[in-house]
């Protein structure tokens, strides 16, 4: 058999591991993971006017921001060219920073059924880039987010802002909210996908 065409992504290394401890009865929670969670994560908070990014290093059990920011199209283009837009800055940034996942925010119930749809053409879009660029795509909902970044579920917005600020050493509270909030769905994804792998 030719092993060298095996080939295993983090997650799938780290569940590898786990069930070869367990196999041999090794307590594999005392294992130093060490670079086994050395990891850059792209988180989305999809919209259409504003699409908030936020791309993390999650290192050990440690975060570092590498890059944020907000992807805003004017009112005045028409919707293809501000989905193509959206869609070309979105790809220049996968491109330059090679996220090894990309963590984006789903959809809640909305009352403004307008809002809800323009919202979700930029989903998609999100989406759809990540997956061409060939980069596997989280999804988690606001109740997973606030619970995982600030360990309440119901937690305000202010509280996960502060949070996100505090976890990343952030001087102050990026801005705008929709920036902060795609941190936050990234910092998710990290603890998510430690959790995952203990599996």
Known sequence: MN????KLD?????QFIVFIF????VDYKSFTWGNLYNMVIMGIDPGFAITGYGI????GNKF??????????AASMELPKRLLALSCRLEELIEKHKPDAV?????????????????????????????KSGVDVFEYTPLQVKQSVVGYGRAEKSQMQ??????LNL?????????????????????????MSYR
């Open 56 to 59: 993390v290093k999650y290192e």
């Open 3 to 6: 092993w060298s065409i095996i």
């Open 162 to 167: 502060q949070m996100v600020k505090a976890i």
């Open 10 to 14: 983090r997650h799938h290394a780290c």
């Open 171 to 195: 001087s102050s509270i990026p801005k705008p909210d929709d920036v902060a909030d795609a941190l936050a769905v990234a910092i998710c994804h990290g603890h998510s996908y430690k959790m």
């Open 64 to 73: 570092s921001v590498i890059d944020y920011g907000a992807v805003t199209t």
């Open 103 to 131: 963590s984006i925010e789903e959809l809640f119930f909305n009352k403004n059924i307008k809002t809800a749809l323009t919202v979700g053409h930029g989903r998609g879009v999100a989406i759809l880039v990540a997956a």
């Open 22 to 25: 367990l196999l041999f009865g």
